[in-house]
């Protein structure tokens, strides 16, 4: 079991970075992979980036180029650079996590509000 708690969402303007952070506790060593998801006002769920096994990433064509995902083994910890932001990134941003490659993303974090002002 693992449990996430994110945090680094904030109000900026559009250009700026920033980074957003996930710690996760628990069972934190079984973890097969970490993600990052988003959900915009009155839109769907949608996926960001995620990190399998620490090395392999993807990321969604909307982000791809702005935003980076990596992870800090020693802090159990995963972060998400975002440069670049634009309008459309305005979402609560969840922190996500699975065991395996079998069954979907398991474990939820509570969100982190990014709001990106024009």
């Known amino acids: 079991q693992v449990q996430l708690v994110e945090s680094g969402g904030r109000v900026v303007q559009a250009g700026d970075s920033l980074r957003l952070s996930c710690a996760a506790s628990g069972r934190t060593f079984s973890t097969y992979s970490m993600g990052w998801f988003r959900q915009a006002p009155g839109k769907e769920r949608e996926f960001v980036a995620s990190?399998?096994?620490?090395?392999?990433?993807n990321y969604a064509n909307s982000v791809k180029g702005r935003f980076t995902i990596s992870g800090d083994n020693a802090k159990n910890t995963v972060y998400l650079q975002m440069n670049s932001l634009k309008p459309e990134d305005t979402a609560v941003y969840h922190c996500a996590a699975r065991l395996s490659s079998v069954y979907g993303w398991q474990y939820w974090g509570q969100g982190t509000q990014v709001t990106v002002s024009s």
């Open positions: 990190i399998t096994w620490g090395f392999t990433t």
